[in-house]
């Protein structure tokens, strides 16, 4: 990339939000375009299922406007880009708007997954992704003082279940694990457990959702464990899917997320990175197989470091090795991970309250349950197990042989006319004269002197061709 080019970052979260602002810091001084389906500016996204979901915090609350620079950006809010074309390097927009680009960061996120069955119709039926849909959770609670629901024993499912908690209002987390964010190892999921029965939320684990009951003012669940729930509001917490249907037909692969090369770039585009929760990439730290990571910081870091690569192109650029790390707040207990755990065979006590976990006797995840301090020695001892390793550069390929030109002499093109053109033309007098008029600037009679026309594109030796203004609707 260059000064003068343009750049267009497609979702306007924490990701598109970083990696406009490390273009900035790298003193690339072209134009940004920076595309979100939301109308409004990034913010804090984890406050959706806390402060914001709770009541303690207004939408205008969350925002990251503090923490925005003046980085010249062309927003472009509350558009959705509806299809990518990388061989004419265009997204498109509704309305039939098009808009050109010289580099391009895909920074879109995921969006909650549906659960199959679940009347979406019913406005008490509710996912938690925006600010939107924290706050018309919060109006179906005020609406109703019957209890909460909860589908999903994720993160999310636990950080909303602790949130309702917070208020007082009465909870139920399902799940069809045997706990929650059993994943994470039996030592924080057992805290979790412990957490939840302490302040009375209610656990409904290894259950589902055997019917929908949907009535005037509440909303009824009967789950597999034959328990009956009558839910003032039901939040869908099953998980996500990658946010890239305006990549179909592009030639990128999306089979989960997109598919990139160590560094960020998209297989089959060498100008468009990838950054936050859609790259599917080879974090060479643990192995050669690409994954997507799904966290704040992992976004923050990966938005930063796929701007910094667009901008020295491929052949300079560094492949993309973070250590992965993510924490939540629940009850006032800081729970903390750091690698990646989903790649271990087998878990072992490292401390009271740190887990780890281990594939193929290494070291490859570290989780903890309330012990912040001890987790940053164990962050420190990870990172020396797994070193990010060494980069070499990409040789630059080598400059093809100039091949020298020889040019034949009239003689030698006459040589090759084939005897029945031969007209006993004069060949060697022809070549004598011509060879004389050209030497003293006199025209000949077949080819006279003209003057040279002057154009607008006439450029002189080593001055760079002039350049037209293109308007952003190309």
Not at 289 to 314: D, K, Y
């Amino acid at each position: 990339m260059a000064d003068g080019d343009r750049i267009v970052i497609v979702g306007a979260g924490v990701a598109g939000l970083r990696a406009a602002e490390r273009l900035r810091e790298l003193n690339f001084d072209g134009e940004i375009v920076l595309i979100g389906d939301e109308a409004r500016r990034p913010y804090h996204r984890p406050m959706v299922s806390k402060a914001l979901v709770m009541g303690t915090e207004r939408p205008s609350d969350v925002g990251l406007s503090h923490y925005l620079p003046d980085l010249d950006v062309h927003w472009r809010l509350g558009a959705r880009v509806t299809h990518l074309d990388t061989t004419e390097r265009v997204v498109h927009l509704p309305g039939g708007e098009s808009l050109w680009y010289d580099g391009l960061i895909a920074a879109t996120g995921v969006y909650p997954r549906h659960l199959p069955g679940a009347p979406r119709h019913d406005p008490r039926v509710r996912i938690l992704r925006t600010v939107e849909d924290s706050m018309a959770v919060r109006r179906c609670l005020n609406a109703s003082k019957k209890p909460a629901v909860v589908i999903g024993a994720g993160l999310i499912g636990n950080e909303f279940a602790a949130s309702m908690r917070h208020i007082g209002r009465d909870v139920t987390l399902i799940g069809h694990a045997k706990a929650p964010l059993h994943r994470f190892g039996d030592r924080v999921s057992s805290g979790i457990v412990e957490a939840h029965h302490e302040h009375r939320a209610n656990l409904a684990m290894r259950s589902e959702v055997r019917h929908w009951i949907s009535t005037k003012d509440t909303v009824g669940l009967h789950l597999t464990n034959n328990q009956l729930l009558v839910a003032s509001v039901v939040v869908l917490a099953i998980g996500s899917v990658p946010s890239v249907d305006w990549m179909r037909g592009s030639g990128l692969d999306i089979s989960d997320g997109v598919l990139c090369d160590s560094k960020l770039f998209a297989e089959g585009a060498s100008d468009v990175v990838i950054a936050g929760d859609i790259a599917r990439w080879p974090n060479l730290r643990f192995d050669e197989t690409p994954r997507r990571v799904e966290h704040w910081i992992n976004a923050v870091e990966s938005a930063r470091h796929a701007a910094e690569n667009l901008l020295m192109g491929h052949s300079s650029a560094r492949p993309f090795t973070p250590l992965p790390r993510a924490w939540s707040t629940l009850y006032d207990t800081r729970l903390q991970m750091c690698g990646m755990p989903s790649l271990a065979e087998d878990t072992v006590s490292l401390a009271d309250g740190i887990t780890g976990f281990i594939r193929d006797g290494r070291l490859v995840g570290i989780s903890a349950w309330d012990k912040p301090r001890a987790m940053l020695d164990w962050m420190a001892e990870l990172d020396r197990r797994l070193p990010a390793p060494d980069y070499v550069p990409e040789p630059e390929p080598a400059p093809a042989p100039e091949v020298p030109v020889v040019e034949p002499s009239l003689a030698a093109l006459a040589a090759d006319v084939p005897p029945e053109f031969d007209s006993g033309f004069d060949h060697q007098a022809f070549e004598r004269e011509f060879e004389s008029e050209f030497a003293n600037d006199i025209p000949t009679t077949a080819f006279p002197a003209q003057a040279l026309p002057t154009t607008a594109f006439a450029a002189q030796p080593g001055a760079a061709l002039p350049t037209m203004a293109i308007p952003m609707g190309r």
